[in-house]
C-alpha cells in the first residue's frame, strides 16, 4: 500500500478539505474480497474520513473485491478540516488493506493544517517617472544690421523690366521689334489731396481762397484818378 496527499505542497487551509491518494497491489497471489479501511490520529475540528474513489464505498471502508498479482488500483479519501481547526497540526490518514489469504499492510501520509492569511505583500517598488520632456531648439534670431545701416533691398529679389514683344501686323517685316510707349500717371492726379494730411492742406487752401478775396476787395475799392483834359474848368 502507499499513501500520499493528493496535493504536491501537502497541506490544507481551515475550512477545506484534505484529499489523500491510496495505492494497493499485491505482488505474490491474487487477493481475495480486498477490504480497505481509513482512519485519522485525533485532530480537534477535523472530520472524519470517507471514500471518494471506490467501486464500493462505505464511509471509511472500501470493498475492493478480488485484486490480481501484479496489478495496483488507486483509491482517494477525503477528511474535513472546519474553520476553527488549529493552523500548525497535522491530519494524518492511516490506511489498512486486508483480504483472504494474504498478508493486511498499511500506509500513512499526513497533510498540514496551514493558516489562510495572505502573505504580506512585498514593498510597492516606486513607480519609474517619465522621462523628461527633451528641451526644444533655441529659434535662430534674425541677423543684426551692420553698424553702418546696410540697406535691406538687397534681401529682396531684383525686378527689371523687360521689352515686350508684339506680333507682326499685316505688312511688318518679321523679326522687327515694335515698341510700345507707356503713359506714367502720377499719383498727384489720381489723389491731389494725402488723407493724412487732409486737414493742414484744407486750412492752406481756406488761407489762399481769403487771400484772393482780400486783394480782390482791395482792388474793387480803390478810386480812380481823374483823367486830364475830361474835366470842366471851374472843377
Same mark, same amino acid.
Given at each position: 500500500?502507499?499513501?500520499?496527499?493528493?496535493?504536491?505542497?501537502?497541506?490544507?487551509?481551515?475550512?477545506?478539505?484534505?484529499?489523500?491518494?491510496?495505492?494497493?497491489?499485491?505482488?505474490?497471489?491474487?487477493?481475495?474480497?480486498?477490504?480497505?479501511?481509513?482512519?485519522?490520529?485525533?485532530?480537534?475540528?477535523?472530520?472524519?474520513?470517507?471514500?471518494?474513489?471506490?467501486?464500493?464505498?462505505?464511509?471509511?471502508?472500501?470493498?475492493?473485491?478480488?485484486?490480481?498479482?501484479?496489478?495496483?488500483?488507486?483509491?482517494q479519501a477525503r477528511v474535513r478540516v472546519h474553520k476553527a481547526a488549529h493552523p500548525g497540526?497535522?491530519?494524518?490518514?492511516?490506511?489498512?488493506?486486508? =483480504?483472504?489469504?494474504?498478508?493486511?499492510? %498499511?500506509?500513512? +501520509?499526513?497533510?498540514?493544517? @496551514? $493558516?489562510?492569511?495572505?502573505?504580506? !505583500? /512585498?514593498?510597492?517598488?516606486?513607480?519609474?517617472?517619465?522621462?523628461?520632456?527633451?528641451?526644444?531648439?533655441?529659434?535662430?534670431?534674425?541677423? =543684426?544690421?551692420?553698424?553702418?545701416?546696410? %540697406?535691406?533691398? +538687397?534681401?529682396?529679389?531684383? @525686378? $527689371?523690366?523687360?521689352?515686350?514683344? !508684339? /506680333?507682326?501686323?499685316?505688312?511688318?517685316?518679321?523679326?522687327?521689334r515694335h515698341s510700345r510707349a507707356i503713359k506714367a500717371t502720377p499719383a498727384a492726379d489720381?489723389?491731389?489731396?494725402?488723407?493724412?494730411?487732409? +486737414?493742414?492742406?484744407?486750412?492752406?487752401?481756406?488761407?489762399?481762397?481769403?487771400?484772393?478775396?482780400?486783394?480782390?476787395?482791395?482792388?474793387?475799392?480803390?478810386?480812380?484818378?481823374?483823367?486830364?483834359?475830361?474835366?470842366?474848368?471851374?472843377?
Amino acid at each position: 500500500m502507499s499513501v500520499q496527499p493528493f496535493s504536491s505542497k501537502a497541506r490544507v487551509h481551515p475550512g477545506r478539505t484534505a484529499t489523500y491518494v491510496i495505492w494497493v497491489w499485491s505482488t505474490r497471489a491474487d487477493a481475495k474480497a480486498v477490504t480497505v479501511d481509513v482512519a485519522i490520529r485525533h485532530v480537534k475540528r477535523v472530520g472524519a474520513p470517507r471514500f471518494t474513489v471506490c467501486p464500493n464505498p462505505s464511509g471509511a471502508t472500501c470493498a475492493l473485491g478480488d485484486l490480481p498479482r501484479g496489478r495496483a488500483d488507486e483509491l482517494q479519501a477525503r477528511v474535513r478540516v472546519h474553520k476553527a481547526a488549529h493552523p500548525g497540526r497535522h491530519v494524518r490518514l492511516t490506511a489498512k488493506a486486508k =483480504a483472504t489469504g494474504v498478508t493486511t499492510a %498499511s500506509a500513512t +501520509g499526513s497533510v498540514k493544517i @496551514v $493558516s489562510t492569511r495572505a502573505p504580506a !505583500s /512585498p514593498a510597492a517598488s516606486p513607480t519609474p517617472s517619465a522621462p523628461p520632456v527633451p528641451a526644444l531648439p533655441p529659434v535662430p534670431l534674425a541677423p =543684426a544690421a551692420a553698424p553702418g545701416g546696410t %540697406s535691406p533691398a +538687397g534681401l529682396f529679389p531684383t @525686378v $527689371s523690366p523687360q521689352p515686350s514683344t !508684339s /506680333p507682326a501686323s499685316g505688312g511688318a517685316v518679321l523679326g522687327r521689334r515694335h515698341s510700345r510707349a507707356i503713359k506714367a500717371t502720377p499719383a498727384a492726379d489720381t489723389l491731389p489731396l494725402n488723407p493724412r494730411l487732409i +486737414g493742414g492742406q484744407l486750412a492752406g487752401l481756406v488761407v489762399l481762397a481769403a487771400a484772393i478775396t482780400i486783394a480782390i476787395a482791395r482792388l474793387s475799392l480803390r478810386p480812380q484818378r481823374p483823367q486830364d483834359g475830361n474835366g470842366s474848368s471851374g472843377d
